[in-house]
């Protein structure tokens, strides 16, 4: 069965850096596009980065030029470098798949950005 286990978040100080990873099994990963959501407490849960099977990315616009989403396809694994860290991002992440037939999301994990 497909699963995304995402891994990396933490404590961080604002100014800092987390990055993220999710491993995906149970798919063929590299021709689908991936992404990275986030929830924060009495928020709906947004897209935060995308990225497609042939690399092709797109951004919240709260997080341009501060966070990247890449992707080895080899380790079918996502990646999310998250630098120059705000208190508002503060968030469970998820790992998203956007597969054909359903969406698969991983189980989160959080990120805190705090003094």
């Known amino acids: 069965q497909v699963q995304l286990v995402e891994s990396g978040g933490g404590l961080v100080q604002p100014g800092g850096s987390l990055r993220l990873s999710c491993a995906a099994s149970g798919i063929i990963f590299s021709i689908y596009a991936m992404g990275w959501y986030r929830q924060a407490p009495g928020k709906q849960r947004e897209l935060v980065a995308r990225?497609?099977?042939?690399?092709?990315?797109n951004y919240a616009d709260s997080v341009k030029g501060r966070f990247t989403i890449s992707r080895d396809n080899a380790k079918k694994t996502v990646y999310l470098q998250m630098n120059s860290l705000k208190p508002e991002d503060t968030a469970v992440y998820y790992c998203n798949a956007p597969l054909p037939i359903r969406e698969y999301w991983g189980q989160g994990t959080q990120v805190t950005v705090s003094s």
């Open positions: 990225i497609t099977s042939g690399g092709s990315t």
